[in-house]
């Protein structure tokens, strides 16, 4: 079955550095998304994009976040100035689209972010 | 506020035995349902979903779901569970006019041989 890679597997970063987050969706996917876990608490929907632009997004999404599709096939969820409580384990995810029958998302295996 | 609740942190079921992890929700309007699977180390797995239709589903490796639309349930089932049933299980609800899922806290499925 396709899968949706990303990379890197773990990121350690100090507070206040930017950390750019990638993906690489299955190949024939319109629908992206961002979603993030912290530790021992749900997976929370962090930003969806289609046809090159955000569809939507939620409160956590905020000016330090962006998302970049640069090059038709990589994902990309950037932070520009990390903070201590944007350590948790970030999923991208990927869905055909098109009609009920492809509502299923594909997740990836996610990075785990540290911020020290 | 949309919600879904996973009323047990944890679920233990005999190898076998018929097990049942519990999901209840919360939103307006006609929710789309699904249930994922987060193995070690993993990413999330699609198991079913519930867009319309009849109200069992049947999905990957032997899950089915109800959807109880009086009680607002979606109650994730399998007759025989097996130790490789062991992992985490989110319940999630999509509207019809979002692009996200909301999720449940999960579910720690630990089967025992």
């Known amino acids: 079955e396709p899968e949706v890679t990303q990379t890197p597997s773990h990121q350690v970063t100090q507070m206040g550095q930017e950390v750019i987050l990638r993906c690489v969706p299955i190949?024939?996917?319109?629908?992206f998304y961002w979603y993030r876990q912290i530790l021992g608490q749900k997976v929370e929907f962090l930003v969806s994009?289609?046809?090159?632009?955000?569809?939507?997004k939620s409160e956590i999404f905020d000016d330090q976040f962006s998302v970049e599709r640069p090059d038709g096939s990589n994902f990309t969820l950037k932070i520009r100035s990390t903070k201590l409580e944007d350590s948790a384990m970030y999923f991208c995810?990927?869905?055909?689209?098109?009609?009920?029958?492809?509502?299923?998302?594909?997740f990836g295996s996610g990075t785990q972010l540290s911020v020290l | 506020a949309q919600s879904v609740a996973q009323p047990e942190d944890q679920v233990n079921v005999a190898e076998g035995n018929p097990l049942t992890v519990k999901c209840t929700y919360s939103?307006?309007?006609?929710?789309?349902l699904f249930w994922y699977v987060q193995y070690p180390n993993r990413g999330l797995q699609f198991l079913l979903k519930?867009?319309?239709?009849?109200?069992l589903v049947k999905g990957s490796y032997g899950f089915e779901a109800e959807f109880n639309k009086s009680q607002t349930s979606f109650h994730l089932k399998k007759p025989s569970a097996l130790v490789s049933d062991s992992a985490l299980y989110f319940c999630?609800?999509?509207?019809?006019?979002?692009?996200?899922?909301?999720f449940g806290t999960g579910t720690r499925l630990q089967v025992f041989p």
């Open positions: 519930y867009i319309t239709g009849d109200n």
């Open positions: 995810a990927s869905r055909r689209g098109g009609g009920r029958t492809n509502e299923k998302l594909f």
């Open positions: 939103v307006s309007g006609n929710p789309y």
């Open positions: 999630a609800v999509r509207l019809p006019n979002t692009d996200k899922l909301i």
């Open positions: 994009f289609y046809n090159n632009e955000i569809s939507e």
């Open positions: 190949s024939n996917h319109l629908y």
